[in-house]
């Protein structure tokens, strides 16, 4: 069998403008785009014998995975019953929007959308304000995770009963999951969850406070930990008034706590309370900007900043884990849009 990219580039219909038209690539370069991001759809445009080569193509795999349409993979006889029927011991993920059964279980989605539905934005965001897409997409990012784990899974037991399995996952699950905290919180009070900005719902001081140059991120959730806030700030009263003695009382008097500690910490810089605050084992952070993150000493002492094996230029995050101590590397770049010679092999 040739090489996939090969095998994609010479299977995708002439003329076929999907991505690479929305990307706003000419359509006399769309063929370079199309052949690396729409591999299940050169396939099925095909014949039936080029068909029957996919499928061949997925029974030798372990797992097959895809987030096409709702009905797109039957349609098309690469649904999950009639692949496991064939394939006993493929391992099948079918990752959708609003999940696999249920009244929207037939619609698309984006990741907007399903923080908008699952209720993510109305908790993310300044109090009082309308809610607020999150930075990351932490559906898609999180559908995919939850994914691989159930698909871990799945090898783990087809190596003990040699059958194969079915996964599905969705982007309004994820929603919910990562909702989880504040839907348990809705279900044993009652009380709807809103936005808080960066502080917690349910602890203080834990949030964001003003310094005199600038927004410091302290984390003293715990009796323990205000005490040596209040003492670092130059007021050990603090932890035996009455209003804060405990996290209930101060989470009930936070108003008027958060207005003492930020009247302490204008009064030096972030740097200057942040050296004061880890001296004394209290938790704090500045709130840094992406380039800020990168630069930093702790990030280049990790090693995440990565370029591909084959010398490219271009840095990117690498995997955020190790293998016994090794981070492992990223090993090939995107292609460039004008990769003609199609010479990379795709590994499986």
């Known amino acids: 069998m040739p090489p996939l990219r090969d095998f994609l580039t010479r299977y995708r219909p002439a003329g076929s403008p999907g ?5 706003g690539v000419p359509a006399d370069r769309s063929g370079e785009l199309e052949s690396e991001v729409g591999p299940v759809l050169a396939f099925l445009d095909g014949t039936e014998a080029e068909r029957e080569r996919l499928i061949a193509l997925i029974g030798s795999a372990d797992v097959f995975l895809h987030n096409l349409r709702p009905g797109a993979a039957e349609a098309s006889g690469l649904g999950a019953a009639a692949l ?18 249920g009244p929207l279980s037939d619609r698309p989605g984006y990741e907007l959308l399903l923080q908008a539905f699952g209720g993510l934005m109305s908790i993310t965001g300044e109090p009082g304000r309308e809610g607020v897409r999150c930075g990351p997409s932490l559906n898609d ?9 159930g698909i871990l899974a799945a090898l783990i037991r087809r190596g003990r009963t040699g ?13 919910l999951c990562w909702g989880s905290i504040h839907a348990a919180s809705y279900l044993a009070s009652g009380e ?36 040596k806030l209040a003492h670092a700030l130059g007021h050990p009263e603090w932890a035996e008034d009455a209003r804060f003695r405990d996290n209930r009382a101060r989470v009930a008097n936070r108003a008027a706590l958060t207005a003492l500690i ?87």
Request: glycine residues 10%; aromatic residues 8%.
């Open 141 to 149: 990012l999180g559908t995919g995770i939850w994914a691989a784990i």
């Open 262 to 348: 930020n009247g302490r910490l204008t009064q030096d810089s972030k740097a200057a309370w942040v050296e004061r605050l880890e001296a004394v084992g209290v938790p704090c952070a500045p709130i840094q900007s992406i380039p800020e993150a990168l630069s930093h000493a702790q990030t280049a002492a990790l090693g995440i900043i990565q370029r591909p094996d084959d010398g490219s230029p271009v840095r990117m995050i690498g995997m955020p884990l190790s293998f016994d101590g090794e981070r492992p590397a990223v090993r090939l770049p995107a292609p460039s849009l004008d990769r003609r010679d199609g010479s990379r092999s795709w590994q499986f």
């Open 84 to 101: 496991r029927a064939r394939f006993p011991r493929l391992i099948y993920g079918d990752l959708g929007a609003f999940g696999h059964r």
């Open 163 to 175: 059958e194969g399995c079915l996964i599905e996952a969705s982007l309004f699950e994820t929603a």
């Open 19 to 23: 991505a690479a038209a929305r990307a």
């Open 192 to 227: 709807a969850p809103r936005a808080e900005g960066a502080s917690h719902p349910s602890l203080t001081p834990y949030g964001a406070f003003e310094t005199a140059d600038g927004r410091l991120i302290i984390g003293a959730g715990n009796d323990r930990l205000f005490a």
